[in-house]
């Protein structure tokens, strides 16, 4: 079993589980895909609480409760700090970068066509370097696929 798995509820009885080892090379793929961007071997300068708050945030964003309880669990196992509970809680009024970080990945999970360049010099303003934009990017785009492929196995699940 992987992480999509567990997230998605699913069991070595199911028939989705069964049908996700159809392509191997994509459950092995989205598990290294998730490990990259959540427990990166050079993080960038973005811990991986920080990582883990942020995803906490985007699956509540995504109103993703199973994703939730996960990322809460990961997040506390590493006894974050108060700054980094209320970003995953939502909380925007945060200090530089967190501010600027958390209007980002709100921006791009919410409303990604409304994302423009101004946004990335936003986050160069509060102290980002390119690659950690690329690695926030990144997080961001792998989350928001989390939730969409859990919701669509578990829809599945229950067919």
Do not use: W
């Not at 069991?11 to 159809?22: I, L």
């Not at 895909?33 to 699956?59: F, I, T």
């Amino acid at each position: 079993m992987d992480a999509m798995d567990k997230v998605a509820g699913l069991s070595p009885e199911d028939s989705v589980f069964k049908a996700r080892r159809f392509r191997p090379e994509f459950v092995q793929g989205g598990e290294q895909c998730r490990l990259s961007v959540l427990q990166p071997a050079q993080d960038q300068g973005l811990a991986v609480d920080l990582r883990l708050a942020l995803a906490r945030r985007m699956a509540a964003l995504n109103a993703d409760q199973v994703l939730m309880d996960d990322y809460d669990a990961q997040l506390l196992a590493l006894d974050p700090s108060e700054q980094l509970l209320a970003l995953a809680q939502g909380e925007t009024k945060l200090d530089e970068p967190l501010a600027a970080i958390a209007r980002h990945v709100d921006l791009v999970t919410l409303t990604p066509r409304a994302a423009q360049a101004s946004d990335i010099e936003r986050l160069v303003q509060a102290g980002l370097n390119n690659p950690q934009i690329v690695a926030l990017s990144e997080l961001i785009a792998f989350v928001n696929f989390q939730t969409r492929v859990a919701t669509g196995l578990r829809l599945m699940r229950s067919l």
